[in-house]
């Protein structure tokens, strides 16, 4: 019972000298990371007014309809997308746009996919001689186009390679100065490519990539391959999903490109100059995170060459995604997000508190070190040290009130106040209820569903520090809210 009694003392003892030392730092650390986040919501509210402000001038029709409109190549890797994919086809096709073509990648799927989009789209075999400026992992089968010179479609059908070969393989094929790429299963509104392409054509020396917003359109109407009516999702899980999205778009998104230090644009929904993907060589095959990994390269090549150029994002809607209804999907996205966020941050370490790199070395980048990486560590060493801590009796109960004061209650203020200005700026929401599930999801996400994100986060590092194989996995979706022609409920 002595040694028992001695070693309760020296544990006790031992983790009060602990958590002397932890208490304070850890404290700072989420007043900090969530002041931060006020900030660069406050910083998204001012990019929202000016957008607002030329948006009362906004000539959408005359520039869809002007032979002076960027020309764009959409690119969309395609794999097993039978169910789906002539109808994501031709919402493209469709989009408004004066010069616009679309290259599908059909990635080795192993059902119709292909065939479906010959039938579909009447398409005829292309023998033309392809020059691969990019070297490709897999080998293409066959090209497909339209016989129609209206139909601007391209279909290639290539070994099954990945999303980021795939990509490569339609750069070679692309003939327009700009390109975007886009999700086959995800949702484009009608002037998506007018608005994104927008910054090309106001800056075209300048701008090299832009990037749109990316909403959960789960629980929204579709139809016609159109978001039309837009409602909060019905369930719990991919409610909170919504709420995140839209704060995650504030904070890493509208912010850094006020600050002119955007580092990512979504791989759902991104624009870049052709030239300058080309110059780089590509999409970097052996990056789980592509999209963040082609961004930091290209400011990192810019840089080099020491021109001026400026990556920005545009602050409408533009995407709609289907996010995760289960938690398991959910935990395999998370684990692969923060891995390939680990292995960008460490390819690029170099670019850490650089001042060659200006605002992206000396600010963004080590924010992403310190307040997106480190973040689900020390959100889980929290959950530890205070409730233990506690038990023990080597923390202050005051202290504990103002953890979660600092950690939880300041941040559910920040997503209130990222979903006021998002709000007030585009009333995407016309139902009460709508507000009030988002309300309540932005109170609900603290209780068990960012813990679990945390966890999950970790993990995923942990095994890109193992160097544990990475996938990409399936995600078993439920499908959008399609509703009937002749039916819309608006």
């Known amino acids: 019972m002595d040694f028992l009694s001695n070693f309760y003392v020296a544990l006790q003892a031992g983790f009060a000298q602990f958590v002397a030392a932890t208490a304070l730092p850890l404290l700072l650390y989420f007043l900090l990371i969530n002041s931060s986040y006020l900030g660069l919501v406050l910083l998204a509210g001012i990019k929202f007014v000016k957008h607002l402000r030329r ?43 004066p010069h616009h073509e679309l290259i599908v990648v059909n990635d ?40 129609h010179a209206n139909l601007r479609l391209t279909v290639v059908d290539s070994d099954n390679s990945g999303k ?23 949702i484009l509104d009608p002037d998506a490519l007018i608005k994104v392409s927008q910054p090309f054509a106001d ?28 409602r909060m999702p019905s369930r719990l899980l991919p409610q909170i999903q919504a709420v995140e999205y839209l704060r995650a778009f504030l904070l890493g998104r509208a912010g850094w490109s006020q600050l002119e230090a955007l580092i990512l644009i979504s791989g759902a929904f991104g624009m870049f100059r052709r030239d ?69 941050l460490w390819k690029y370490k170099r670019m850490s508190f650089n001042p060659r790199y200006g605002v992206v070395g000396m600010l963004a980048v080590p924010y992403y070190w310190f307040f997106e990486l480190l973040a689900p560590v020390l959100e889980i060493a929290g959950l530890i040290i205070v409730p233990l801590g506690l038990v ?27 979903m006021v200005i998002e709000e007030a700026s585009f009333h995407r929401y016309d139902h009460w209820s709508d507000l ?36 990409w996995g399936e995600m078993n979706r439920s499908g959008f809210n399609v509703q009937p022609a002749g039916k819309q409920s608006l």
């Not at 989009?117 to 090209?143: E, H, K, Q, Y």
Request: charged content about 20%.
């Open 276 to 344: 300058v993907v080309m110059a780089i060589g590509g999409m970097d095959t052996s990056s789980i995170g592509e999209d963040f990994e082609l961004v930091m390269r290209m400011h990192e090549w810019m840089r080099k060459q020491t021109n001026k150029y400026r990556v920005v994002f545009v602050v409408e809607p533009v995407s709609w995604t289907e996010v995760p209804e289960t938690f398991s999907a959910l935990a395999r996205q998370r684990r692969r997000w923060h891995r390939g966020l680990w292995e960008v």
């Open 164 to 186: 980021t070969d795939s990509i490569n393989c339609a750069l070679n094929i692309a003939r327009n100065d700009l390109i975007a790429i886009v999700d086959a299963d995800s």
């Open 108 to 147: 080795g799927s192993t059902d119709a996919t292909l065939q479906a989009l010959i039938d579909g789209f009447g398409l005829v075999n292309d023998t033309r001689p392809i020059a691969l400026t990019i070297p490709l992992l897999g080998s293409i089968r066959g090209v497909w186009t339209s016989p």
């Open 203 to 230: 800056d075209p020396d300048r701008v090299i990539a832009s990037g749109g917003v990316v909403r959960v359109a789960n629980g929204s109407q579709v139809l016609n391959g159109r978001v039309v009516n837009v």
């Open 392 to 418: 023990l009796g080597v923390i202050d109960p005051v202290y504990v009130v103002f953890f979660i004061l600092i950690a939880y209650v300041y941040a559910v203020i920040v997503t209130l106040a990222a």
């Open 55 to 97: 948006a009362s001038f906004s000539l959408d029709r005359t520039v869809a309809a002007s032979p002076l409109t960027p020309s764009v190549s959409v690119i969309m890797s395609a794999f097993n997308e039978e169910a789906v994919i002539v109808s994501s086809v031709r919402s493209v096709l469709d989009l408004r746009h």
């Open 436 to 471: 009030w599930k988002a309300l309540f999801s932005a109170v609900a996400e603290n209780f068990g569903y960012r813990q679990l994100t945390a966890i999950w986060r970790v993990q995923g590092w942990w095994q890109a520090i193992r160097g544990r194989e990475a996938s």
